[in-house]
């Protein structure tokens, strides 16, 4: 099945903008039909799935750029991509370790002031 951008936009709440941004650097290639719009397969979106995760968990699109570099290459880079991968899960836990020190710090607060009222 293939979706052209409009529907990409409304189902997947991303600009136009962005998915020609992505295709521009190299992020996505979606294929053309006979009068050059992109046609989106089932694949691509999978693909922008993956991408906008990797977004959330804030890794930097140079990151993500260049693990879209990987994965063209083929299977011989899972390995780096593993370390990609990785690397971006540790970061994240710092982040969820700084975070949760952050609301442990609030709810010692929260709770002091509420025993003065």
Wanted: hydrophobic share 35%.
């Amino acid at each position: 099945m293939y979706y052209r951008i409009g529907e990409i936009e409304k189902n997947m709440n991303v600009s136009i903008d962005t998915l020609r941004y992505y295709e521009k650097i190299g992020l996505i290639c979606p294929e053309r039909d006979e009068h050059d719009r992109r046609l989106y397969s089932d694949a691509d979106v999978a693909w922008l799935e993956f991408i906008f995760r990797l977004k959330a968990t804030h890794m930097p699109l140079k990151e993500i750029k260049k693990y879209a570099e990987l994965r063209k290459q083929g299977d011989e880079t899972i390995a780096k991509r593993i370390d990609l991968l990785e690397e971006q899960r540790t970061r994240l836990t710092q982040e969820k370790k700084t975070i949760d020190a952050c609301l442990s710090y609030l709810e010692t607060k929260i709770t002091h002031y509420k025993t003065m009222i």
